[in-house]
């Protein structure tokens, strides 16, 4: 993908998170983890008619930050963790302007501890 069509992604990417619902339901994928969570459960944690989240989930697909997988009459949806990468890795890649040492702590702040 040339440099152009990366930061298209990247901006429909940027969309998709800028809305309160779907920044929640990412976050509450990624926290999921790879088992990720269906679609009516999603709809019940976050208070969202199941109508309007499937829209929601259809956007955040659509950018390339949610996977979908039918399971007989269910939808199953995780975070796209390529896709989150790669949105990372787009926002990161002149943070440092050749000093490495200026963005050496900027995992500290991430916690990876798994949910209870």
Request: with cysteine.
């Amino acid at each position: 993908m040339n440099e152009l069509n990366t930061q298209e992604w990247a901006i429909d990417a940027l969309g998709a998170l800028a809305h309160e619902t779907r920044l929640s339901v990412f976050r509450m994928l990624v926290k999921a983890g790879p088992d990720g969570m269906i679609a009516g459960a999603i709809a019940e944690h976050s208070e969202v008619p199941p109508s309007t989240m499937s829209h929601h989930l259809a956007t955040l697909e659509r950018a390339g930050l949610v996977q979908s997988e039918r399971e007989s009459r269910l939808i199953h949806y995780r975070a796209d963790y390529p896709g989150m990468r790669r949105l990372l890795t787009f926002l990161m890649q002149d943070c440092c302007q050749g000093a490495p040492e200026m963005c050496g702590d900027l995992m500290a702040g991430v916690s990876c501890e798994p949910l209870n």
